[in-house]
Nanobody, 116 residues
Framework: QVQFVESGGGLVQPGGSLRLSCTHSEIIFSVYAMGWYRQAPGKQRELVASITAYFANTDYTDSVKGRFTISRDNANNTMYLQMSSLKPEDTAVYFC?????????WGQGTQVTVSS
């Protein structure tokens, strides 16, 4: 199977912003519910944001509501996660996948580190 490809991570100070991108060469994002997930050191992977197929309704875990925005560009088959007001506890490897996730499609993720 072809894995998802995430990009856009980096080191940012608390209060800063980043935009993550997700692509896949075969899966058409608009026909699947999609999600952004993250895994912090020593913790389980968690779903932080999701977007439904077709109507693109969004949902967020409580800890990121009001700070993160998930979106999708159907023309370019790309999904985004705009993150603002970042906190040290947002530090994690961020992954994208369909929602619910498909085990064999996990990519390498992109590291987000929030630190002063």
């Amino acid at each position: 199977q072809v894995q998802f490809v995430e990009s856009g991570g980096g080191l940012v100070q608390p209060g800063g912003s980043l935009r993550l991108s997700c692509t896949h060469s075969e899966i058409i994002f608009s026909v699947y519910a999609m999600g952004w997930y993250r895994q912090a050191p020593g913790k389980q992977r968690e779903l932080v944001a999701s977007i439904t197929a077709y109507f693109a309704n969004t949902d967020y875990t409580d800890s990121v509501k009001g700070r993160f925005t998930i979106s999708r560009d159907n023309a370019n088959n790309t999904m985004y996660l705009q993150m603002s007001s970042l906190k040290p506890e947002d530090t994690a490897v961020y992954f994208c996948n369909v929602h619910p996730s498909w085990n064999n499609y996990w990519g390498q993720g992109t590291q987000v580190t929030v630190s002063s």
